[in-house]
C-alpha cells in the first residue's frame, strides 16, 4: 500500500506541474495574441488615417509620394 501511495502522490505531483505549465503556456500565448491584435488595430487605424488624409486633398504640400 505504502509504495502504491508513493506512486499516486507522484504522478499526481507530475500531473499538477504539467498542468500548471500548460495554463502558464496558455497565459503567455494569449498575452501574445492580445498585443498582436492592439498592433494590428493601430496599424489599421494609422494607415486608415494617412489613406483619408490623402482623399481629402490635405497632403499636397510635399513634394514626395512617401
Do not use: E, N, Q
Amino acid at each position: 500500500m505504502t509504495v502504491l501511495a508513493i506512486f499516486l502522490l507522484i504522478i499526481g505531483t507530475l500531473l499538477v506541474l504539467i498542468g500548471a505549465l500548460l495554463v502558464l503556456i496558455g497565459a503567455i500565448l494569449i498575452a501574445i495574441g492580445a498585443a498582436l491584435i492592439l498592433t494590428g488595430m493601430a496599424l489599421i487605424v494609422a494607415g486608415a488615417f494617412l489613406l483619408i488624409r490623402r482623399l481629402l486633398g490635405r497632403d499636397r504640400k510635399r513634394s514626395h509620394s512617401w
